[in-house]
């Protein structure tokens, strides 16, 4: 049988097709672990940004602190670490 391609396609016993399904199977394994390892990055900087907006917005909310500057540095950090993470940004990770 024939292809679009003009290659003429065996039992699943070739060789070819054999090596085909490896290199597929490869890239795919490959193309999935990639995006799973970008998933979990994109989350544990979420978290990271929520740290530093949760720790700015309780220095901001602590009058006696007097750390008015440090507060709104960490939510600036924390929004520019999540803007980065859902690609709003300069990337990090590059």
Not at 26 to 35: K, S
């Amino acid at each position: 049988m024939a292809t679009d391609s003009g290659r003429d396609v065996g039992s699943d016993d070739d060789v070819g097709v054999a090596l085909e399904r490896d290199e597929l199977y490869t890239v795919i394994r490959t193309a999935v672990r990639d995006a799973l390892l970008d998933v979990l990055g994109t989350v544990l900087l979420l978290g990271l940004a929520l740290l530093f907006v949760a720790t700015g917005a309780r220095v901001l909310a602590d009058p006696s602190s007097g750390g008015t500057a440090l507060g709104v540095g960490g939510i600036l950090v924390g929004f520019g670490i999540a803007a980065s993470a859902l690609g709003l940004g300069p990337s990090i990770r590059e």
